[in-house]
């Protein structure tokens, strides 16, 4: 998940602003989530289609 569309229930304010100190947290936090934590859940859609059909591709051929 991305930061830039949260708010933070802390301060009301979007997360990736850092007006308050659980803010500032929680933006560290998912910046440091490592390879996947900037994934879109549209980029998660489009490679598990990717997969399908390749999956499909593959069993075809055999």
Same mark, same amino acid.
């Given at each position: 998940?991305?930061?830039?569309?949260?708010?933070?229930?802390?301060? +009301? %304010?979007?997360?990736?602003? *850092?007006?308050?100190?659980?803010?500032? !947290?929680?933006?560290?936090?998912?910046?440091?989530? *490592?390879?996947? *934590?900037?994934?879109?859940? %549209? %980029? #998660? &859609? %489009? #490679?598990? &289609? !990717?997969?399908? !059909?390749? +999956?499909?591709?593959?069993?075809? !051929? +055999?």
């Amino acid at each position: 998940m991305t930061y830039d569309r949260l708010v933070c229930a802390n301060c +009301a %304010a979007p997360v990736n602003e *850092g007006r308050c100190p659980v803010c500032r !947290a929680s933006r560290e936090r998912l910046q440091e989530s *490592g390879l996947f *934590g900037q994934v879109t859940p %549209a %980029a #998660l &859609v %489009a #490679l598990l &289609v !990717a997969l399908i !059909a390749l +999956a499909v591709l593959v069993h075809q !051929a +055999a």
